[in-house]
C-alpha cells in the first residue's frame, strides 16, 4: 500500500454510511502497482481503504486477502461491485470507471452499497462528510 497515511473517508451519500474512514490514495504510478500487495487482515482491517485513480480494472496478483472492490464513474457513482475477490484473481476491467475503491471483504454488502449509489470521497480529510 501507499507509503502516506491513511488521511480520507469514502462515504455513501445514498445510504449514509462510510465504507471507509482512513483512506489512502493510490494516483501515482508506483503507488497503483504495489496497491495492497503484502497486506494482511490485521494491517488492512475494516474501515480501511484504498483509492486507485486512475484505474478500470484490478488484480489480487500477490495479495494475501480477498476484498470487496467498488468501480466508479467520474462523478464517483458506483458502476460495478466484485464481493471478496479472493488473492490471485482478476477482476473484470470496466472501460467506463474512472477509479476502483479496494476495501476489506465484508465491508460493502453490510453498509448496502449497489450499483447506481453516489460516493462522496475525500482523500484528504479524515472526519465528517461535507453537507451540500
Known sequence: MSQSAPSGYAFNRTRRQYLATRLTVAQTHWSRFIGLIGQTASTFPQGRGLWIVPCRGVHTVGMRIP???????????????EYGLRPWRFAPIRMRAASVLELPENTVLPTGTTIGDQLEIDPHHAGEPQTA
Open 67 to 81: 476484498i470487496d472492490v467498488v468501480y466508479l464513474t467520474e462523478d464517483n457513482v458506483v458502476l460495478h461491485l
